[in-house]
Every structure is written in C-alpha cells, then in structure tokens.
Nanobody, 125 residues
Framework: QVQLVQSGGGLVQPGGSLRLSCAVSGRTFSWYRVGWFRQAPGKEREFVAAVTSNGDVTSPADSMKGRFTISGDNAKNTVYLHMNNLKTEDTGVYSC??????????????????WGQGTQVTVSS
C-alpha cells in the first residue's frame, strides 16, 4: 500500500508564507511523480505543481508562478510546496498525489492513483 501524509497549512495573512509537506511511504516505484492540487470552495480541483523522482518539475500555473515552488527530498521521500506572497484567492484545500504513469503529463487529477488527506490553507486578514 502507498500512503501520502500531508503536514503544514493553516491560517496566514495575505503576503505571508507557508510550506506544505507530503511524505510518501509504502510501495516503491522506479519512477513516480508527486503533484499538488488545490480546490477552492465551489470550484474544480486545480493543478498547482509537480515533481518527478528524477527531479523534473512541472511548473505552477501562471497565477502561482513566481510565488509557489515545489521541491523534493528523496532521502526523506518527501515533497514540499513552498508558498510565498500568499493571496486570498489561494485559499482552499491543498492535496498531494502520486502518479506512477510516465505517459501522462501529470496535470490532471485522474492521472494520480494515490492521494494525501488534504490540508486547509486559508489566506485572510
């Protein structure tokens, strides 16, 4: 079995920063991609960023580019999402997920087989 356990998140003021963590355990794969998605109330789940086991990064969407960075620590089997200069529109539930099919681009939720528990990020003054 594969488990993705998230940590981080919470309430932050506009302009603040947060770091989300996603620890992956269980079955090992020769190649994988860990992606982050977010979902605001009443909206569809949105791709944030992804990183593969080789270190290849799929950049954040334009609305997050320059503010969000994804990184991975293979020794700890953990992927991080660093979020800076947060805006109120960044509020939502953030989830990490594991994709093991290298023939997908990893930008869509159906590409992912395993999901973390989700964590709330609220940006508010």
């Amino acid at each position: 079995q594969v488990q993705l356990v998230q940590s981080g998140g919470g309430l932050v003021q506009p302009g603040g920063s947060l770091r989300l963590s996603c620890a992956v355990s269980g079955r090992t794969f020769s190649w994988y991609r860990v992606g982050w998605f977010r979902q605001a109330p009443g909206k569809e789940r949105e791709f944030v960023a992804a990183v593969t086991s080789n270190g290849d990064v799929t950049s954040p969407a334009d609305s997050m580019k320059g503010r969000f960075t994804i990184s991975g620590d293979n020794a700890k089997n953990t992927v991080y999402l660093h979020m800076n200069n947060l805006k109120t529109e960044d509020t939502g539930v953030y989830s990490c997920a594991l994709n093991t099919n290298l023939f997908t681009n990893g930008r869509s939720p159906p590409h992912y087989s395993y999901w973390g528990q989700g964590t709330q990020v609220t940006v508010s003054s």
